[in-house]
């Protein structure tokens, strides 16, 4: 008996027979006495497909210039799918109720089509629950001071269900997926990677800045923030498993640190080949010069993700960052146009083929030599290591796009991840 | 310079090389200097395609059980239409703004899957027009007391158009449609039916009830009741004909009687083969009667059209009435379960092979002998009327099916409908 948040992608949404099954799901969650708050996302290929007109009508820069009715048009796909959900549940026997972001209202601010959640109103959610309904609420979406229909940017459902459940605060919030849990490393690449029954809050925004895409990074963000109990499952097991059983699959994401998990001093490998490197070479060592770079690239809505700068040589230094593949271009331009003619530097260069692969874990906070582990393992496949970047669980470097998978294997057999836990 | 609304029709919207000929169309008339709203309809098929996968999920009694939800899912298709409309106005180069119908607002009651406007509020409209905005509407939509998104049954964006003209006090409202005006008749019966300059509201009124599909009735009643200019022509002429050559085009109707029309007696013939006759035999004649059959009806929300009470014979009178085909069954076994015990009558009989044709004619007022014409021209063809029902601009006849066609292209001729107007 607690207020449980499924969410449900949108695979597990693609047709109505698979409607259905999410409404089964659901009505035994629900019979089993919880409230239950569904937020599912558009039916597989919808978004893709209104997006798409949308740029037959208005080919260029479509995301800028179209923001607020790119949102209006591809929000559509949610209400769709949620109502049909309603539909669903209500042909059970349950009673049902689907709300868009706005019948909330689930509040953002205006950045269109990549808006942020800014507060939710719990109280419509709260007197349907408590009148025996289940309630279903669009994700993706929400309206702004405006009272225009705002969206949250692709995977944005995820983050509308980890922000609706702070909002009521369930007591879990089930993530629904195409994958059965958050792996050590993508099965594609290893497959002895192993499924992890618990992740740190902190490994996981580790692991899906990375790229893993089990859950969008700000949903993450959102679940630690509010301290949501969140958990990525399986939508294609049987409906009607054992609820007990359904309950404990899948990988729970944690918060409380001495809630003790699987040993691993490294927790999972995780990789991206999105980034492109850009290197500035012989720039003034003056004050200011990291912010004459990525402030100019800021303002041109970019962001950066590893930043490295040398040690200056003779009054010059190099700076080197990356950047997603897509702002690639526009970055370099932007650079050689603006900032290399104030800056005085005497260079920009840069590398579409690379990609960067992480180790990432809790326990590396309280273990020395891990680092070194990775750089021993990597120089004895002998793949060059051209960035290196360190936070307290993570350590990333940027190597040559083609050594991705070879890194990743033997990274992840260095690190023990095909052995289960102690 | 005149505050314009434009409606265009799914077939209009079917494609985006279509909206892109409807945003020409209407950058058209906005560069004209005219102050442009615009209400969509769904891209053709969407609707359905929506309603066809609400009916997979629950396929018994769809629009009574789930009404609210069917309208939160069937109006996603147009805000998607008017958010791709306002994209391909955009990438003309004009400023433009897509609203739903809960963002203006258009408040309706809640009676879902067929709502009635109640009010609609023009001021964000006025404040976008005031700041030479396109202002794009959804069309078949509103939003009830309780925040719920409704619509207003199908073919309800003619009436959004006229009541969004109404509330704007709008010079005209054009509806665009995929045929360029009112005929005497349909063509595909008659091919000599000729296209009205001009019908008066009332005629059309009767018109579109006769199933006439120009436009849906309310809409008619909405233009009747706030006197808005209505004109009815084709999306289908090339976007850039000359603007007052468009804007002559097709039918108008109008609402001043002096203002002279065409003067004949009869405008058109009207048709409809989408009702059944129900007749109850040995009806005691007592007072209350009608009442008692037909307030059991109407609670079960059938509409009743044509009404026949005979006189009374050995204190027995026989009462019948037609409804819409799809209510039949349900009204047949409502009569036999609830009605005819209570009612003491003999007995029901039912028909589903009848048709209603109707001449329609503002001119009938003022003229006798219409009606006689009319049942000699029938006469003469050999077909034999089942029911009568006249008001002062429209004689209705019951027959049966299959004499509707034969029995049009009588009464096209005898009343002269294929010659032009004096």
Chains 1, 2 share one sequence.
Not at 156 to 161: E, H, I, N
Not at 354 to 380: D, N, P, Q, T, Y
């Amino acid at each position: 008996m607690a207020l449980i948040v499924h969410k449900y992608g949108g695979t597990s949404m693609g047709s109505t027979e698979r409607i259905r099954n999410v409404a089964k799901r659901v009505a035994k969650w629900a019979r089993a006495g919880h409230q239950m708050v569904v937020v599912p996302s558009a039916m597989s290929g919808e978004t893709n497909r209104l997006l798409g007109l949308a740029k037959e009508l208005a080919p260029a820069k479509t995301n800028d210039a179209y923001g607020r009715e790119l949102d209006m048009l591809a929000s559509t796909g949610e209400q769709a799918s949620s109502a049909l959900l309603a539909i669903a549940l209500q042909a059970e026997g349950l009673q049902a109720v689907s709300y868009a972001g706005w019948q909330v209202p689930i509040k953002t601010d205006s950045a269109y089509t990549k808006a942020r959640i800014e507060s939710i109103d719990d109280q419509r959610v709260r007197a349907d629950l408590a009148a025996g309904k289940v309630v279903i609420i669009t994700g993706f979406q929400g309206i702004d001071g405006l009272g225009h229909i705002t969206t949250l940017g692709r995977g944005g459902s995820d983050t509308s269900a980890v922000a609706v459940a702070a909002a009521l605060k369930a007591a879990e919030c089930l993530i629904y997926t195409d994958v059965d849990g958050v792996y050590t490393t993508d099965p594609r690449i290893v497959p002895e990677a192993r499924r992890l029954h618990t992740v740190s809050f902190e490994e996981m925004l580790e692991m899906a800045s990375m790229g893993s895409k089990v859950l969008q990074i700000r949903s993450v963000e959102f679940a630690g923030k509010y301290k949501v109990p969140l958990r990525v499952l399986s939508s294609f097991t049987p409906w009607d498993i054992d609820l007990n059983e359904e309950a404990k699959s899948g990988t729970l994401i944690t918060f409380e640190e001495d809630e003790h998990m699987e040993q691993a001093v490294v927790s999972g490998i995780a990789f991206n080949r999105d980034e492109a490197k850009i290197s500035i070479l012989g720039v003034p060592d003056k004050p200011g010069i990291a912010y004459q770079i990525l402030g100019a690239v800021a303002d041109a809505n970019v962001e950066v993700d590893v930043i490295i700068q040398n040690i200056a040589k003779d009054g010059k230094t190099d700076f080197s960052f990356t950047v997603n593949r897509n702002d690639y271009a526009k970055t370099i331009d932007l650079l050689k146009d603006k900032v290399i003619p104030t800056l005085g530097a005497a260079e920009v260069q840069g590398d579409t083929k690379i990609c960067k692969v992480s180790i990432v874990g809790i326990g590396m906070r309280s273990h020395v030599g891990i680092a070194s582990k990775m750089f021993r393992s990597l120089s004895e496949e002998g793949i060059n290591i051209q960035m290196i970047s360190t936070s307290e669980i993570k350590t990333s470097v940027v190597i040559d796009e083609k050594y991705m998978e070879l890194a990743v294997r033997a990274l992840h057999k260095a690190f023990d991840l095909d052995q289960a836990a102690a």
